[in-house]
């Protein structure tokens, strides 16, 4: 079983930045594969960004060159750094794991883009 704890969303200003973070339980966390999603209301849940197990890290189109993805693997952490936010990036972003076939979710943190 693999625990996410997210943290870091909130109110932020067109133009703004955020960073979130996700705390992964499990000694073995360089193994799984990391990525973030969101979901707006309305809409079906989207991936953000991921990074695998090597450190190879890919986007949604939406989000390249504005989000960046890293992972600290001492500190079996996965972090999502978004700049330039605007408005349609308001959503619920959760952090998923996937360890031996096996994706594992988060609880989810609210970021609101919003003047």
């Known amino acids: 079983q693999v625990q996410l704890v997210e943290s870091g969303g909130g109110l932020v200003q067109p133009g703004g930045s955020l960073r979130l973070s996700c705390a992964a339980s499990g000694s073995i966390f360089s193994q799984y594969v990391m990525g973030w999603y969101r979901q707006a209301p309305g809409k079906q849940r989207e991936l953000v960004a991921r990074?695998?197990?090597?450190?190879?890290?890919n986007y949604a189109d939406a989000m390249k060159g504005r989000f960046t993805i890293s992972r600290d693997n001492a500190k079996n952490t996965v972090y999502l750094q978004m700049n330039s936010l605007k408005p349609e990036d308001t959503a619920v972003y959760y952090c998923?794991?996937?360890?031996?076939?096996?994706?594992?979710w988060g609880q989810g943190t609210q970021v609101t883009v919003s003047s």
């Open positions: 990074i695998t197990i090597g450190g190879n890290t």
């Open positions: 998923n794991a996937l360890f031996a076939s096996v994706f594992y």
